[in-house]
C-alpha cells in the first residue's frame, strides 16, 4: 500500500516592509490531490486569517513536461481548495502550476523528492506602529463611535419570498465565492441566528451558457456547477453552527438570469450568484 507523505517547512523572511512566511507541501510521486490536512492545519493556524495567499505547484523531471505541468497544476488546486474549503478568511491571490524543475544531479529513476511539491506563500504588511501626538480636545467636543459590525437581513418570515444575496458572486466555472464575497456569507450566518426558526432554500445560478441547463465545475469536472454553488453556502453554513435541517440547496442552472442579454462581464458576473428562498 502506497502512503502520501506530507513534510511541512515553515520558514520568515523580512523584506522591505513585508513578511514571508512559506510552507511546503510534499507529495508522492504522481500523487496530486491526497494529502493529511492535520499538519497543514497546524501550520496555517500560525498565521493570521487576513493574510494574502500564492499557492504554487511544482513536479520533478520524471515524465513530459505537459504531464508535469498538468500535475503541478493539480497539486496547487488540490491545496487551494483545501484552503478556501476549510479556512475562514483566507483568500488566494494566485495559484497556479509551474511544471518541472530542472534537475542537476544523476538523475534517479525514483526522481526527486524536493521537487514534488506546492509552495504556499503568506505575504502581510508589516504595521509600523508610530508614536501618538498629543492633541488638546476641543471643549465639548465628542467622538462618534465607529463600526463596521454586520448587521442583519432583515426578512419577513411569515411568508416564502427570495432574497438576492447581493455582492456574492463566483470565480468564473467554479464553485467558490470572489473573495470581496466574504462579507456577505457572513451577514447571510448572522441574519441564520437572528432568526432561530427561519428555514430556507439556497439557490445556486449560472451564467453565459443558455444551450444546456446546467455548466460545468471546473473543480469537479461535474456538470453542475450551480449546484455546487450553492452546496458551497450550504456546506459553510453548517461549518458555522447552523442545523442542516433548516437548510436546502438546489441548483437552477441558467434558468433564471438575473441580467439578459449578458453584453458586459459585469452581466455575467451579476449572474453567477446564489439567491436564497425563504421557506419558513
Given amino acids: 500500500m502506497k502512503y502520501l507523505f506530507l513534510f511541512l517547512v515553515l520558514c520568515s523572511t523580512q523584506l522591505k516592509g513585508q513578511q514571508y512566511d512559506t510552507i511546503t507541501v510534499f507529495f508522492e510521486m504522481d500523487e496530486r490531490v491526497k494529502f493529511t490536512g492535520k499538519e497543514l492545519d497546524k ?116 411568508k416564502e419570498s427570495n432574497i438576492v444575496l447581493e455582492g456574492v458572486e463566483f470565480i468564473p466555472g467554479r464553485h467558490y465565492p470572489l473573495t470581496e464575497s466574504r462579507s456577505r456569507l457572513d451577514q447571510l450566518l448572522l441574519t441564520m441566528k437572528k432568526y432561530p426558526s427561519l428555514k430556507v432554500e439556497i439557490q445556486g445560478f449560472i451564467c453565459c451558457d443558455y444551450r444546456q441547463f446546467d455548466g460545468m465545475d471546473n473543480d469537479t469536472q461535474t456538470m453542475n456547477l450551480s449546484e455546487n454553488r450553492a452546496k458551497f453556502i450550504y456546506d459553510y453554513l453548517i461549518r458555522e453552527g447552523i442545523d442542516e435541517d433548516r437548510l436546502q440547496y438546489k441548483g437552477y442552472g441558467s434558468s433564471r438570469p438575473k441580467i439578459f442579454p449578458e453584453v458586459t462581464e459585469e452581466d455575467k458576473q451579476a449572474n453567477r450568484r446564489v439567491e436564497i428562498k425563504v421557506l419558513r
Fill in 43 to 158: 501550520k496555517l493556524a500560525t498565521n493570521p486569517i487576513d493574510k494574502s495567499v500564492v499557492v504554487s505547484g511544482y513536479a520533478d523531471f520524471v515524465g513530459d513536461s505537459e504531464y508535469n505541468r498538468k500535475l503541478s497544476a493539480d497539486r496547487a488546486t488540490s491545496i487551494s481548495n483545501y484552503i478556501l474549503e476549510t479556512k475562514k478568511g483566507w483568500s488566494i491571490n494566485q495559484s497556479a502550476g509551474k511544471g518541472e524543475l530542472p534537475f542537476n544531479g544523476n538523475p534517479q529513476k525514483s526522481g526527486s523528492a524536493a521537487d514534488r511539491r506546492v509552495d504556499i506563500i503568506f505575504v502581510r504588511s508589516t504595521i509600523k506602529v508610530r508614536p501618538k501626538a498629543t492633541i488638546k480636545p476641543k471643549k465639548e467636543t465628542t467622538i462618534p463611535l465607529v463600526t463596521n459590525e454586520l448587521e442583519a437581513l432583515e426578512i419577513d418570515t411569515s
